[in-house]
């Protein structure tokens, strides 16, 4: 089976939410290109203004098998940046104190906060909310709360 990967976009922020999402995680990340590190091709559109500093490519490791990537987007090249809650990343907990701790971490300054972690009837630990930089994440420990 193919592995999944997150790959998030971001509006000139990526640097610092990886930076962000490195500190959470406890992860170093992998490796950062940026689009000046681009090489110039003949025939090959000048690199727009806008782009400069921005983050192409980044990554980290979320743990063995999972990693977490992302970029700007940068209008010059023919796309543009629509953030909503269409997708979200659900981190499913080992225990309760993981997802105390992870709730606590990624919800730091969040813009929106749709449920508080707490107890529902499908798991012993749930949050939802949107992060400070725009992502949406939903925190899980299911715990003695198995479905079926």
């Known amino acids: 089976m193919a592995k999944i990967h997150a790959y998030l976009n971001f ?3 990526c640097k610092e939410a990886f930076d962000f999402y490195s ?3 406890s992860s170093p990340v992998t490796g950062t290109y940026f689009y000046d590190d681009m090489p110039s091709e003949p025939g090959s559109p000048e690199l727009p203004e806008s782009a400069k500093g921005k983050v192409m490519h980044t990554s980290l490791a979320l743990n063995d098998t999972t990693m977490l990537m992302g970029s700007d987007v940068v209008e010059g090249f023919g796309m543009k940046l629509n953030n909503g809650n269409a997708t979200y990343i ?23 906060m749709e449920m508080e972690l707490g107890e529902t009837f499908f798991a012993e630990q749930f949050s ?9 994440w939903m925190i899980h420990f299911e715990g003695n709360k198995k479905m079926g």
Do not use: N
Not at 95 to 112: G, I, P, W
Not at 128 to 136: A, C, L, N, Q, R
């Open 23 to 25: 500190q959470v995680f």
């Open 90 to 112: 659900m981190l499913d907990a080992k225990d309760a104190e993981e997802a105390r701790t992870l709730h606590q971490a990624l919800s730091k300054d969040a813009k929106v």
């Open 128 to 136: 939802s909310f949107e992060d400070k930089f725009g992502i949406y």
């Open 11 to 13: 509006d000139g922020t």
